[in-house]
T-cell receptor
């Protein structure tokens, strides 16, 4: 059972570079989301999607872009990386009817120099 | 707006002691869900429990128990006879069902629990 798979697990970027964090789930969940975790801040919602072709902003969307072309995949794009985007990123999915219980990936640690 | 407060930033106890992690929430919805997640040192997030706002019964699962009190907007988590393996960061979270849950979870800032041998 793969569940939610995130790649890469670790990444170092220079300021201004772009990159994509990949997220895939094999549970046929309609709902997917991206969170970032910063020390002392808990987890904050970046973007979410309630189904293929539908995305929306969360609490901290600036500097990030998402798309949802298939049910399985929900990539997160950093358009021009900034040191403030140094964080641990978690992708999560949930069956839309089952409000709230999230299945998380293992996380991706991103450092922007 | 919804909010979750975990006032205890860090708790340190000796193994076998009981420990309670506090969680206070704010919401305007009458239908909502409360959660606890565990984040061990390895970093993954492990789901522990979900509670809906209409079910105030306390729940026990082995050494874990949860006390949900709507009157005080609290959803506290107790570990009985703590063990070193319980050392982790614990997050309380809230989801407002009125918005279909589409806004995701609002997390508290977490409580770092240290169990000393």
């Amino acid at each position: 059972n793969a569940g939610v798979t995130q790649t890469p697990k670790f990444q170092v970027l220079k300021t201004g570079q772009s990159m994509t964090l990949q997220c895939a789930q094999d549970m046929n969940h309609e709902y997917m989301s991206w969170y970032r975790q910063d020390p002392g801040m808990g987890l904050r919602l970046i973007h979410y999607s309630v189904g293929a072709g539908i995305t929306d902003q969360g609490e901290v969307p600036n500097g990030y872009n998402v798309s949802r072309s298939t049910t399985e995949d929900f990539p997160l794009r950093l358009l021009s990386a900034a040191p403030s985007q140094t964080s641990v990123y978690f992708c999560a999915s949930s069956p839309f009817e089952n409000t709230g219980e999230l299945f998380f990936g293992e996380g991706s640690r991103l450092t922007v120099l | 707006a919804q909010k979750v407060t975990q006032a205890q930033t860090e708790i340190s106890v000796v193994e076998k002691e009981d420990v309670t992690l506090d969680c206070v929430y704010e919401t305007r919805d009458t239908t909502y869900y409360l959660f606890w997640y565990k984040q061990p040192p390895s970093g993954e997030l492990v789901f522990l429990i979900r509670r809906n706002s209409f079910d105030e019964q306390n729940e026990i699962s082995g050494r874990y128990s949860w006390n949900f009190q709507k009157s005080t907007s609290s959803f506290n988590f107790t570990i009985t006879a703590s063990q070193v393996v319980d050392s982790a960061v614990y997050f309380c979270a809230l989801s407002e069902a009125g918005r279909g849950g589409a806004d995701g979870l609002t997390f508290g800032k977490g409580t770092h629990l240290i169990i000393q041998p």
